[in-house]
């Protein structure tokens, strides 16, 4: 329930201003919401396997998001990075692109430009983050699924 109430602050979240139609723009204090990410995390993939995620806030306008091939957090295999620039917050992962659409202190939500899906993060507290990847499957059926992580001491 408390993930459908944050949705829903989500969903109605003003940002700072508006932009070019509907389009969000937003602010360094904006972006700041998003250290609830920073740290160390664990979380178990649809197969089983657990996985560790590292965020770091490199500039006041650019987080890195690593992802560890262990606990130790030694060596990494994959990254991505979420910027703002010119009024947008965009995650990019290899060639894909989303662009946030939805920022408040507990959660962010991004929308695809060239990517599969959508996903948010959703701060459910200190030490736990909900990740929520939404697409609509060959059948035209919309799907769902989530990960929880949680924080790494």
Not at 12 to 18: G, I, K, L, P, Q
Not at 65 to 70: E, H, N, V
Not at 122 to 126: N, R, T
């Given at each position: 329930?408390?993930?459908?109430?944050l949705l829903i602050i989500l969903?109605?979240?003003?940002?700072?201003?508006?932009?070019?139609?509907?389009?969000p723009v937003f602010n360094e204090k904006d972006f700041e919401q998003l250290r609830f990410l920073e740290g160390r995390w664990v979380g178990t993939?649809?197969?089983?396997?657990?996985?560790?995620?590292?965020?770091?806030?490199?500039?006041a306008t650019t987080?890195?998001?690593?992802?560890?091939?262990?606990?130790?957090?030694?060596?990494?295999?994959d990254g991505s990075t979420v910027t703002?620039?010119?009024?947008?917050?965009?995650s990019t992962w290899?060639?894909?692109?989303?662009?946030?659409?939805?920022?408040?202190?507990d959660a962010v939500k991004f929308e695809p430009r060239n990517a599969p899906s959508s996903f948010s993060w959703?701060?459910?507290?200190?030490s736990e983050i909900e990740v929520v990847q939404e697409w609509t499957d060959e059948k035209g059926q919309e799907q769902r699924y989530s990960i929880t992580l949680g924080r790494m001491e």
């Open positions: 329930m408390r993930v459908l109430g969903l109605v979240t003003t940002v700072s201003a508006a932009g070019e139609g509907d389009k993939a649809p197969d089983g396997t657990k996985f560790y995620d590292q965020y770091d806030f490199e500039s987080i890195r998001s690593r992802r560890a091939t262990d606990d130790s957090f030694s060596a990494f295999s703002l620039s010119d009024g947008e917050i965009l290899g060639e894909f692109i989303w662009a946030a659409t939805a920022v408040s202190a959703l701060h459910k507290s200190d």
